[in-house]
């Protein structure tokens, strides 16, 4: 009597050639990304939780997801599992370490990203009539940089050691105090 074999295949969608990212783990980024982008555009966003609707943008397009910044965020941890990625001056990097969440990676690192505004209140000098700034806030930095009018590509990667999770790269130089977040409407 012989061993009985089976075998099962399992297709998976990877959204980009040589990458690693799932359809749905593009979209578990994008989502979060615009809808955060889409409550400024509809004045739904409040600063902090207690704050005012922030001023709607002139214009903020949607993020969209670029193969070649996920290529670079899997080599900017291929080697490394600290936070001290070495990155280019055109590039802002979030690193985030996840541990005991049972979502994915990418869910967790949106979810913390793109909730800062709504627990920590930016400063009110900040809020300009003609444009929003970024007030130097440490806990608001990873919200601001998914807000910037300039951001419109993302890439993501994701590596287990030490838990370090997320570490999504923009073409965009890294956020500095007083820089423009976007315009406002008129």
Known sequence: ?????????????????????LEEEVSQVEGPVNDLRWSLIN???RNGPNGT??????????VMWNCSLEREAIHLLEYECSRKALVTSDRTVLLISV???RQSPFVSAMRVWTNELNKTAM?????GN?????????????YANLARANTTRIGCAQKS???IGASPGRPTSPLVKG????????
């Open 1 to 21: 009597m012989g061993a009985e074999m089976g075998a099962l295949l399992i297709a998976t969608l990877l959204k980009c050639p040589n990458g690693e990212a």
């Open 43 to 45: 004045g739904t966003q």
């Open 53 to 62: 609707i922030m001023p709607k943008p002139e214009w903020l397009g949607e």
């Open 99 to 101: 541990t005991g969440d």
């Open 123 to 127: 400063e009110k000098s900040a809020i």
């Open 130 to 142: 003609d444009s929003v700034t970024y007030d130097g806030n440490v806990l608001l930095r990873d």
């Open 161 to 163: 050691c030490s838990q």
């Open 179 to 186: 820089e423009v977040i976007y315009e406002v409407r008129k």
